[in-house]
């Protein structure tokens, strides 16, 4: 009878023991699940540059009522802004910038050609509500 009641309590501790490594695996799989490496990092990075360009650019062209702001115009602005803000997740290349922007530019600023000379130097902003 002692037996029984020992091998009751070693398969109890047994049982105990189990759940708590399967806790134990459990927590070590989502601390790691949180922590980017290598490309993963990188990756994300980049997006987090790309979506902050996006914001800063749409918000921008928002602002420009007299619609004279372009593309390359803007891609330098966002560029000087990347350059303060995060400069090692600023592209290489001003092509790169230019492909973000792709998807978000309003018609006005894909109009091709030179600007005209009567052109502002200044372009003057307002905030929408």
Not at 11 to 27: C, P
Not at 54 to 66: E, V
Not at 116 to 126: D, N
């Amino acid at each position: 009878m002692q037996i029984d009641e020992k091998s009751k309590q070693l398969q109890a501790k047994d049982d105990v023991m189990a759940e708590q490594a399967k806790l134990i695996a459990e927590l070590q799989a989502n601390q790691g699940a949180g922590e980017l490496t290598g490309l993963e990092k990188y990756n994300h990075d980049k997006q987090r540059a790309k979506d902050f360009a996006c914001a800063i650019a749409k918000s921008i062209w928002q602002m420009d009522t007299t619609e004279q702001i372009r593309t390359d115009d803007m891609v330098q602005y966002i560029k000087s802004i990347l350059l303060e803000v995060s400069p090692k997740d600023l592209p290489e290349h001003d092509k790169s910038l230019k492909s973000w922007l792709r998807d978000i530019k309003p018609s006005h600023a894909t109009e091709g050609g030179r600007k005209p000379k009567k052109a502002l130097t200044e372009i003057p902003l307002t905030f929408k509500k």
